[in-house]
């Protein structure tokens, strides 16, 4: 018997970062610390027309990481050393056999690394499938309920959510809340020259091009990411939009797509791009607090935030010599307060650097 | 003058001559316009057009080893009928373009007589979103005349909100036509009204969404097993309006049936949330790198 779940949505499951995102399922390149939870979601991820009822498109279709130069190489081979235990089954690719296998890669590439057994899936079917296999398993899905706040008063844990104002609901678990940035909590110092605004991957989709790609493709050190879907349409990614004021994660503001062997892998078939939206960044997932009375928990990563002042550069960065300005001391601040909100995250492993920040965590 | 290259075989028209009678009166409130319909129609009399009214449209004959149009069917209200001919050319009414709108975070509200979510003006055109106005179809069909007299309403409007002198009984005019033409346009829709049973009667295998090939069966199905209910939910879970039109040829349809596979009304389903770029653009358009 397990555990009764009541899961509060205030939008529709999958409809925002779990939904929208790049869809690469991949262990490689992510911390060793990562690894062992990766490797566990890499089962179920096998599993999901059993699961689900659907495989959401998931193939392992390979993912490989692009190095542009030898240090990038040596990165790549460094990883695939570290990660030895986790049996990933790395497979570095030299320049050569790239020549011959993706011409249209270019020059640049210099190797890669495969992962022969990491892939794909297409996110706006597998997380909607998520929810609808949690309801079949007996969890109540209430979607469309924001909730404004949680508490617990020794027995039970409450929440109350918009549509639920006038009915407070109980229940004796402790709750769980998976909220991302932007979400709902936690707020910036509510100084009205500042606005918060978080750095999302910008991402794009194009019309059909005739299949020329199996791998999802990454590269070293981050930059841009793509991967072509059995219907040809190509995924790709790369840079960062500005969220401004509200979430507009699907109206982005800026595009810095198709660059580097992105531009080259598009150029091959010189598509439309006709959907481009931003996903959201995810960081580590926070530890959960222990202690003798139930907390809520937060599995909301520490969110990416910048403040901006009016005025301001987009990217406020410390100059050599400068003082600290207010905006800068500002972005400490709140990430001071963040911190303490939402849990620290894991301590950096001496092996982080490895790892660029990418949407393209399983969910 | 020189014969044209084609003939049109027919004018095949879902609306009845009972509702174009029942809109005479508001259609006159534009002389013109109304004059230029009716020269129409008489000139496709006089030519020999063979004009049907009241029909439902039933689906377009074809060979399909050749990929050509053969005919059109229909059914006229006693019995079904077919045509020969070589092209279909086929629409249900216009509809606004107001992705520019929404990118710029405007609110829309529903218009029963668009039949659509348009975004909210005042007479002058001001949308929510200060700085921001509207004029032309993209805010509403009205047709060019409206276009340019809304267009320079709002052109008065931007000035007089900064501080620049207008002529104020020019603004008051223009305001006074486009509430006339208003009244035109709701005699437009009496008298070619969108077949209201339209969703309740398009077969599962009409495809709703060409550019990814989405029938309304799909739609339903998507219904019936994920529960989608909401436009943009549909969307995700079937496709439709992904594609290269971006739901500008299919968004209105694909809502008619959605609000009819769950029961609800049109306004309750939502509408398909604007992507940038509104048109695709070629990927080799994007500034090469070092370009501001």
Not at chain 1, 9 to 31: K, W
Request: glycine content about 10%; aromatic content about 4%; hydrophobic content about 40%.
């Amino acid at each position: 018997m397990g555990a009764g779940v009541v899961l509060l949505e205030r939008d529709l499951c999958g409809s925002r970062s779990s939904g929208v995102n790049f869809g690469g399922v991949r262990r490689q390149g992510r911390p060793l610390s990562q690894l062992p939870l990766a490797q566990r979601a890499h089962r179920i991820w096998g599993q999901l027309p059993e699961l689900l009822g659907t495989d959401g498109e998931y193939i392992r279709s390979g993912h490989f990481k692009i190095a542009r130069s030898e240090s990038d190489m040596a990165s790549l081979e460094r990883y695939r050393a570290l990660s030895s235990d986790f049996d990933l089954g790395l497979e570095l690719i030299s320049a050569a056999r790239l020549r011959t296998q993706c011409p249209w890669l270019g020059t640049r590439a210099v190797g890669g690394s495969l992962c022969l057994e990491d892939g794909q899936a297409n996110p706006r079917l597998v997380s909607p499938a998520f929810a609808l296999a949690a309801q079949r398993a007996g969890a109540q899905v209430l979607e469309r309920h924001k909730v404004d706040e949680v508490a617990h008063d020794g027995a039970f844990c409450s929440w109350c959510a918009r549509r639920m104002r006038r009915a407070r609901s109980k229940c004796r678990r402790p709750c769980c809340s998976t909220a991302r940035a932007p979400g709902p909590a936690p707020s910036p110092p509510s100084s009205a020259r500042r606005r918060r605004c978080a750095a999302q991957p910008v991402m794009a989709v194009t019309e059909p091009v005739p299949h020329f790609m199996d791998w999802s493709l990454g590269v070293e050190g981050g930059g841009i990411y793509c991967r072509q879907v059995a219907r040809g349409n190509l995924v790709l990614g790369g840079g960062t939009g500005l969220t401004l004021g509200r979430p507009r994660a699907r109206r982005p503001r800026r595009h810095r797509h198709a660059r580097g062997a992105g531009r080259r892998a598009a150029a091959h078939a010189a598509p439309c791009a006709h959907h481009p939206h931003l996903g959201r960044h995810r960081g580590l997932p926070a530890r959960p607090r222990t202690g003798a009375r139930p907390q809520p928990h937060h599995a909301r990563p520490v969110p990416r935030l910048r403040l901006r002042g009016r005025g301001l550069p987009d990217r406020p960065r410390r100059r050599r010599g400068a003082g600290r300005t207010g905006a800068r001391r500002a972005q400490r601040h709140a990430h001071r307060r963040l911190r303490h909100r939402t849990l620290r995250p894991p301590a950096r492993t001496k092996h982080h650097h490895l790892s660029v920040p990418s949407p393209a965590i399983p969910t | 003058m020189r014969r044209p290259a084609w003939t049109v075989a027919a004018v095949l028209d879902t609306a009845r001559l009972a509702d174009q009678l029942a809109a005479t009166p508001a259609m006159l409130s534009q002389p013109a316009v109304f004059a230029k319909g009716v020269y129409y129609v008489g000139w496709l009399r006089a030519h020999g057009v063979a004009l049907h009214g009241g029909v439902r449209p039933l689906r377009v004959l074809g060979d399909e080893a050749q990929g050509r149009v053969t005919g059109v069917a229909w059914h006229d209200g006693d019995e079904e009928r077919t045509l020969a001919c070589d092209a279909v050319g086929f629409g249900y009414a216009l509809r606004s373009e107001t992705q520019l709108a929404d990118l710029l975070g405007c609110r829309f509200d529903y218009a029963p007589m668009h039949r659509a979510h348009l975004p909210v003006r005042d007479a002058a055109g001001r949308a929510s979103v200060e700085g921001v106005y509207l004029a032309g179809d993209g805010a509403g069909i009205m047709g060019a005349d409206a276009a340019e007299w809304a267009g320079e309403r709002a052109a008065l409007a931007l000035l007089a909100d900064n501080g620049v002198a207008v002529d104020t009984a020019r603004a008051a005019a223009l305001e006074r036509k486009l509430d006339r033409l208003a009244g035109f346009r709701r005699g437009l829709e009496r008298a070619f009204p969108l077949p209201r049973d339209w969703a309740a009667h398009a077969p599962d295998d009409l495809v709703v969404c060409r550019c990814e090939n989405v029938t309304a069966g799909t739609l339903r199905q998507t219904v019936a097993v994920n529960g989608a209910d909401e436009m943009n939910r549909l969307k995700a879970l079937s496709r439709v309006g992904m594609g290269r039109c971006q739901g500008r040829m299919c968004g209105v349809a694909a809502a008619e049936i959605l609000a009819h596979a769950t029961g609800q009304p049109l306004q309750q389903v939502g509408r398909l949330r604007g992507q940038a770029p509104i048109k695709p653009i070629p990927i080799g358009s994007c500034p090469p790198k070092g370009a501001s």
